[in-house]
């Protein structure tokens, strides 16, 4: 990349942080560029749709993921381990409005450049997941998409209620309950209503 052309996408980078924070990922690409002095279509030449611009600006948060499950991979229980991460997860999620709704739009779209960013934390929470299924702590028919779904329904609803900020905690914990094994009744797996 030209010395130019990486200034612009420096700035359009910052600006979409900036405006993403401010008024959540539906914020408006023509603001960003006019704030990093480009016009619109150098946006777009940089970033041919929304879906890109998120993945460039939230890598840095998925990096920091990335590396916090690395770190939690051989935590002694595996089943804290996941649970924390999940809720780092979650804080991640919350920082900028509209990115979970914007996640979960992509859960089954491989094709769109948000896999780019959804895809490795999949990868990495079914690492954390595997660990605490096989020491027996989570339901076998857990699946790591299922509670990446449940994750970003729970930033959805810490969103919607600022004047909360506990909810996600709390949402978090009620979700996980649910996740361990349930006590067998004569060989068959007791349902509970959660």
Known sequence: MRA????????????????FAEHGTD???EDVARRAGVGIGTLYRHFPNRHALLSAVFEDAVSDLLSRARELGGA???????????????EHAV????????LMSVTNDDS???ARCSDPIREA??????????????RSDVAIGDLLQLTHAI?????????????APRLLHLTLKGLKPTPTLQGREERRAF
């Open 4 to 19: 130019d052309a990486r200034r612009n996408y420096e700035r359009l980078l910052a600006e979409a942080r900036g405006a």
């Open 27 to 29: 914020a408006s690409l």
């Open 76 to 90: 002694a229980e595996p089943c804290a381990a996941l649970v924390t991460w999940l809720g780092e997860v979650v």
């Open 95 to 102: 920082e900028y409005r509209g990115l979970s709704r914007a």
């Open 112 to 114: 769109s450049a948000l």
């Open 125 to 138: 929470g079914g690492a954390l997941l595997t660990r605490a299924q096989e020491q027996g702590t989570i």
């Open 155 to 167: 930033a959805l609803a810490a969103e919607e209620t600022p004047s909360d900020p506990n909810l």
